[in-house]
């Protein structure tokens, strides 16, 4: 590949319009630009007219927010998957992207993706155990087939489990009820009714 002309990615800075939900931060928009020091880059997402990343785009998907609209591909660099924008209402410029990967770089995104919920689930569930002083977020991996990892219901659960004493034998009997679906003696595929989970998630502080 001739290094000669070569557009490069480099990054140029534009404020949020005031009702963007992250305001107080800015928007770093990827732009093409020419320079006289550039990198070789594997030559499908296309802005202003350059392609770059071709066979190495594996997902794309647009954002929408009350003034404009955002639009990413998720490519692989050669080292890792990353998130461009290549188009966005926000600034003057056009873009698109193909996801082209091919079907091994797929099944690597999709081992990726994998990794990186279950690194989400066990985060939440930390955090979770630790908001309601429980010994070990482990204890909570059941609940997450029922009640995801970081909903309400979930942390309703936690916070059962975390109380030491109870005012109400209501409360305390759903305890028993939750420890006892924990250990698999449960019979059903959720620790509580639909009502009974409303009850406790009106509790949570």
């Given amino acids: 590949m001739n290094k000669k002309n ?3 990615l480099t990054l140029t800075k534009i404020k949020y319009s005031s ?20 990198k070789e880059l594997k030559m ?16 794309e998907y647009e954002e929408n927010y009350i003034n404009d609209s955002y639009w990413y591909a998720v490519v692989w660099n050669g080292s890792e998957f990353e998130e461009i924008l290549y188009r966005t209402t926000a600034a003057a410029g056009a873009g698109c992207a193909t996801v082209d ?12 993706l994998r990794a990186k919920m279950l690194r989400q689930r066990r985060d939440d569930l930390i955090k979770i155990a630790r908001q ?12 997450l087939s029922v009640y995801g990892s970081d909903s309400k219901a979930m942390k309703a659960c936690a916070q059962l489990l ?22 698999g003696k449960g019979q059903y595929e ?16």
Wanted: glycine fraction near 2%; aromatic fraction near 12%.
């Fill in 101 to 112: 990967a091919s079907e091994e770089l797929m099944k690597k995104y999709s081992r990726h």
């Fill in 19 to 38: 009702h963007h939900p992250t305001q107080s931060l800015q928007l770093c928009y990827y732009s093409y630009v020419k320079r006289e020091t550039v």
């Fill in 162 to 183: 975390g109380t030491k004493t109870f005012r109400s034998a209501f409360r305390a009997n759903l305890r028993k009820q939750l420890e006892s679906w924990l250990e």
């Fill in 190 to 205: 959720e620790p509580f009714s639909s009502r009974q989970i409303q009850s406790l998630m009106t509790a949570i502080h």
């Fill in 132 to 143: 309601y002083h429980l010994p070990v977020y482990t204890i909570l991996n059941p609940l």
């Fill in 44 to 59: 499908a997402v296309v802005i202003d007219g350059v392609k770059s990343f071709e066979g190495c785009v594996v997902n």
């Fill in 6 to 8: 070569i557009p490069w």
